[in-house]
Each structure stands twice: as structure tokens, then as C-alpha cells.
């Protein structure tokens, strides 16, 4: 049997969809989702995380967030976490480049930005590189709308905002595995925006 052709040592059992070969397991899983840019619909990803969910202790600091915020919170803004969480599985059609480490640097622009409007003095914060940038642009166009009350019957105060871009920033932190390839928080966000758009469905939290 082949050798693994990243640790040259065991043997290569398993097929890598991202190597386009065979690897041994102890490397697919030391290297998944941080030197290997591991495909959604990879079956051993898929398993790693299922096994990950089940023995990951819940964080009890992020628990109470999660009650802080209460399903009133969920159903009031329901339909622009909706709408949000869309205009993420759409950039991330458009750009497969993008991870979830790349959507937590554009909610921290936002929310760095949006605490300038309270202050009185607007500064844009931009993340880095073109690809958040771009994400940036297509959340902080929808912000810009809601604020100035378009499609609402009243504008989105700066508070609001930002307890919004807070509750997404904590729905990232409960659906990703953080390993900087990680792509698990988009892949739920693509699934739950694909169930239904229903407000109390399409931004339901999951601890992992």
C-alpha cells in the first residue's frame, strides 16, 4: 500500500477530494481545515466535525449569551438576520475563496465602523484584502438601507445594529470550528437559508 505523501510514514487509506489522492488518517485529521483546504462535501470533513460536535464541551460563556439574547430577540429581527444571513451564502457563491474567519473580520469592521456613528464621527474600518472587502460592501450597503428605514416601517437604530452584528458574530463562534480553513459556519448558513426563510428557522443557534 502507498505511503501518505504528506507525512511519508503510514500508510494512505484514506482519499483526500482537496489533495486529489490518497492520505493516511492521522493526517487528514491534523491538517484538516488548516494546511488542507478541505471541500464541503468531503465525507471524512463531514464526520470529523459530526464527531467534533459531540464531544466539544459547551462554552458556558457563550451559552449565556445565547440566553441573553432569548428567542424574542430571534423573531423581532428574524427577517433581517434572514436577510443577512443570504447576502453571506450569496457572496460565498460568488467567491469560494471565502471561510468563516474571513466573515468574523468583516462583523468586526462593521461593528468598529457602526460604534463610530455613535460616537458622532463616522470612520470606515475596512478588513483586509479584496475578498472581505467585498463582503463588507454587500452587509454595509444592507445596513445603510435599514438605517435610512427603506422596505421598514421604521429605521434601524445604531444599537440595534450592533446587537445584531453581536448575535451574528456569536451564531459564527457556535457554527465554526475555528481552524482558519473553516467553512462550517457558511455551510449552515447556506443550509439555513436553503430550509426556509422563515425568521425563527433561517437564524436558529446551534451549539455545537
Not at 478541505?38 to 463531514?46: A, D, E, F, R, Y
Not at 460568488?94 to 463616522?122: C, F, H, P, Q, R
Not at 474600518?125 to 444592507?142: D, H, M
Request: net charge neutral; proline share 5%.
Amino acid at each position: 500500500m502507498a505511503r501518505c505523501p504528506l507525512c511519508s510514514e503510514r500508510s494512505a487509506k484514506r482519499f483526500c477530494p482537496a489533495k486529489d489522492t490518497e492520505i493516511c488518517a492521522v493526517c487528514c485529521g491534523t491538517h484538516r481545515e488548516i494546511d488542507i483546504d478541505c471541500p464541503s462535501t468531503c465525507i471524512h470533513l463531514k464526520a470529523g466535525q459530526l464527531y467534533e460536535s459531540e464531544r466539544k464541551p459547551v462554552d458556558a460563556a457563550l451559552a449565556n449569551r445565547v440566553q441573553n439574547f432569548g428567542q424574542q430577540f430571534v423573531q423581532h429581527y428574524g427577517p433581517i438576520l434572514a436577510l443577512l444571513g443570504q447576502a453571506v451564502a450569496e457572496e460565498r457563491r460568488v467567491n469560494s475563496w471565502l471561510v468563516d474567519a474571513d466573515v468574523a473580520e468583516v462583523y468586526k469592521a462593521l461593528a468598529a465602523t457602526m460604534k463610530t456613528l455613535s460616537s458622532g464621527i463616522y470612520y470606515e474600518t475596512l478588513p483586509e484584502g479584496p475578498i472581505r472587502i467585498a463582503l463588507f460592501r454587500r452587509l454595509k450597503l444592507i445596513f445603510d438601507g435599514l438605517m435610512e428605514g427603506k422596505g421598514q416601517t421604521r429605521s434601524l437604530r445604531v444599537g440595534e445594529v450592533l446587537n445584531i452584528l453581536d448575535f451574528l458574530m456569536l451564531a459564527l463562534q457556535l457554527n465554526s470550528s475555528g481552524r482558519p480553513k473553516s467553512r462550517r459556519y457558511l455551510d449552515w448558513l447556506a443550509e439555513a437559508s436553503e430550509v426556509s426563510q422563515a425568521p425563527k428557522e433561517s437564524s436558529g443557534l446551534i451549539i455545537p
